[in-house]
């Protein structure tokens, strides 16, 4: 947990795994469930231990509006995956849409208990979060009496949660006691620790032994699906936290954090750890500010494993659901389909495919937003602005660098234009956007310039980047030209133009069907500078 660069990310025990990463993990190891959770942590430490820590740009690829519309749909949809047990309801699916018709189907079997205890705990947990963003500076001159006061308001508005849930805990406990409970309990923990030891790689069925390999061949692509979805969502939830908090992850750090953590979790029957969208929101509305917060979880989660489930018993399952919707609903933002449509509306196109796709699964929403924005990012690289103007030469002017997806639009601009233009004219490029070309880019311009000189026109380039000149040279262009700037291939094109004007005056003498006018590729011979 250490190794993270941000505190309420990691959660190296069951408990707090990622529900979709464990979903998936289950579906690809679902015929080892029987045999107890070994068959499960060796495909854990397969799946998530090996990540290369240099694969952390990749991971910059996950764009705001991907964020933002995976961020509010999971705060909607983990909200109202806690509202049946404020309702008191059981037997509800997990997936969302099922979920709503089931919830709202079924409304009429709500427990009286639980739906006045959840509404409580929600109000008191609301009055006190207000109360907390409310609260002034500490006092530093003021009585003892008023300090005392102040840290009393402080520490009961900071650890509201914490006290809620004992508040709730306490009045189940004296119904329990009474003989009666209105209330859906947590009911019991198995105690005790999981025993450290080696994954098994191999397991015993009762048709013979299942190997090692034979364990990764049934896990087919979950081998790169349960680690990709895991490595997505845990770094969308640690970069909306980043933002809304004003901090920066590192993601490297990261794929680090998880792999070791990963690897040390499958010597103890851990499930695949991940991010957890609804942990980290109730640590960060706790105030949990630096990864010694996991620490501190951490070692609580251990101790009450092997001394205090007994307590938990008694903790009502609509206490811990106003909890987390306490903490997951600040996180809805509607403002952001409002500026980015004032902005850029284009980007709302990745936001409302995720937003609306994480109703379905959290991870495919957030694999397609990134698809989506990867479309967006290369669409301009694929299809640069190019300006295109006639000052006797046809000046084109590229608005970035040229890439292989590039080359063909490029082409196809030029040679449209200086065909259809009035007069036979030669063609100027204008480098002075190009700052990188691949070998495809050098290959479709040695086209061009073959395809030009076959219709009697030339090709000169002007403004060229010292790196760009020497991929060009390098490639040995036939008739290859290149100017410091485009006046001066102008003025030399006109300077080749008079010339030739001049050599063919004495055939427009001569000859009565002779126009004067320069030939088609005038200047494609010059040299290259």
Known sequence: MLLSSHGPEKAPYPQLASAVLSG?????????????????????????????ACAGFLLDFISCPVIKGFTSAASITISFNQVKNILGLQGIPRQFFLQVYQTLRRIGETRAGDAILGLVCLVALTGLGAMKSRLPRAPSVEPLSTRVSYLIVWISATARNALVVLFAGLVAYSFQVMGSQPFTLTGKIPQG???????????????????????????????????????????????????????????????????????????VSSYPVTGSFGRTAVNAQTGVCTPAGGLVTGALV??????????????????????IICAVVPMFDAGIFRTLWRVKRLDLVPLSVTFLLCFWEVQYGIVAGVLVSGVLLLYPIA??????????????????????????YLRDTVCRHALAASSPCSVILDCRHISSIDYTVVVGLADLLQELRKEGLSLAFCDLQEN???????????????????????QRGKAELGSSRAALLPCAES???????????????????
């Open 511 to 529: 000859s009565p069907r002779a126009s004067g006018r320069i030939q088609p590729g005038a200047f494609a011979g010059v040299a290259s500078r």
């Open 383 to 408: 299809r640069p602005p190019i300006k295109v103007s006639d000052r006797g030469e046809l000046l084109v002017q590229p608005g970035s660098s040229l890439h292989f997806p590039a080359i063909e």
């Open 302 to 323: 251990l101790l009450s494993l092997a001394y205090l489930t007994s307590f938990f018993y008694y903790i009502p399952k609509a206490a811990l659901a106003a909890v």
């Open 193 to 267: 620790l999981p025993a450290f030891q080696l994954p098994l790689f191999s397991e015993v069925a009762p048709n013979g032994t299942v190997p090692f390999s034979r364990m990764v061949q049934d896990m087919g692509a979950g081998l790169a699906v349960v680690p990709l979805m895991g490595l997505l969502e845990t770094i969308a939830i640690a970069k909306a936290f980043a933002s809304q908090n004003d901090y920066r992850i590192d993601p490297n750090q990261e794929l680090l954090a998880m792999g070791i953590t990963n690897i040390l979790g499958s010597f």
């Open 24 to 52: 998936l993990a289950a579906a690809r190891l679902d015929r080892w469930s029987d045999r107890g959770p070994d068959g499960r942590t060796a495909g854990a430490g397969v799946c998530r231990g090996g990540r290369p």
């Open 468 to 490: 760009v000149l020497q991929v060009l040279l390098s490639a040995d262009l036939e008739e290859f030209q290149h100017f410091t700037s485009w006046q001066e291939a102008e």
